[in-house]
């Protein structure tokens, strides 16, 4: 069965550091979405991208994030200098249409949990 | 963000009875409904939905229930297997949105 695959699993990163979380979706997948959970909190939506292009941002996602598709299989996450609020565990997911009929449709990797010390 | 809550953290149930989990939203614009469950160390996985024009959709073991009115989905897994330990988590979205607003998620104990 496809799946989402995301690396690392784990990052131990030192405050202000830059860190890339890496992902590669499902293979005939068009869109793809980066959510995180702080431990003990809700799932949250940080940003959707479709068509090399961000087609929805929440809040959370300022100047200090960044997406990119660096070829037809990697979606990263850039954080630029990282904050003790960062750690949390980075979902990446996949679909194969977006909005409406997407969200259903939404396939999630393992998580990579983010720790900042 | 408060929209969607689910107000039960937990819920322990024993082999062969009946799960239901409950969720309530205040966005009224929300049109679609889905439950995702969570393995310890795995992503979510997608479960079963609904469409906001529908009120009851069943999967195999899983039904959810829409009250549109009352801005409340809920859903029952019956029977109940040990393998449905796990957090079980609401979510919804608004038409044509690339984003899931979810709820806190509800830890399913099934008791043998």
């Known amino acids: 069965e496809p799946e989402v695959t995301q690396t690392p699993s784990h990052q131990v990163t030192q405050m202000g550091q830059e860190v890339i979380l890496r992902c590669v979706p499902i293979s005939n997948h068009l869109y793809f979405y980066w959510y995180r959970q702080i431990l003990g909190q809700k799932v949250e939506f940080l940003v959707s991208?479709?068509?090399?292009?961000?087609?929805?941002k929440s809040e959370i996602f300022d100047d200090q994030f960044s997406v990119e598709r660096p070829d037809g299989s990697n979606f990263t996450l850039k954080i630029r200098s990282t904050k003790l609020e960062d750690s949390a565990m980075y979902f990446c997911?996949?679909?194969?249409?977006?909005?409406?009929?997407?969200?259903?449709?939404?396939?999630f990797g393992e998580g990579s949990r983010l720790t900042v010390l | 963000d408060q929209q969607v809550k689910q107000n039960s953290p937990s819920l322990s149930v024993q082999e062969g009875r009946i799960s239901i989990l409950n969720c309530d939203y205040t966005n009224s614009m929300f049109d679609y409904f889905l439950w995702y469950k969570k393995y310890p160390a795995e992503g979510p996985t997608f479960l079963i939905s609904?469409?906001?024009?529908?009120d009851k959709n069943e999967d195999g073991r899983f039904t959810v229930f829409l009250n549109k009115s009352a801005k409340h989905l809920s859903l029952h897994i019956v029977p109940s297997q040990p393998g449905d330990s796990a957090v079980y988590f609401c979510a919804a979205s608004l038409r044509n949105d690339y984003k899931l607003s979810f709820g806190a998620g509800t830890t399913v104990t099934v008791r043998a």
């Open positions: 997911a996949s679909s194969l249409a977006g909005g409406f009929r997407g969200t259903g449709e939404l396939f």
């Open positions: 991208f479709y068509n090399n292009e961000i087609s929805e």
């Open positions: 609904i469409s906001s024009i529908k």
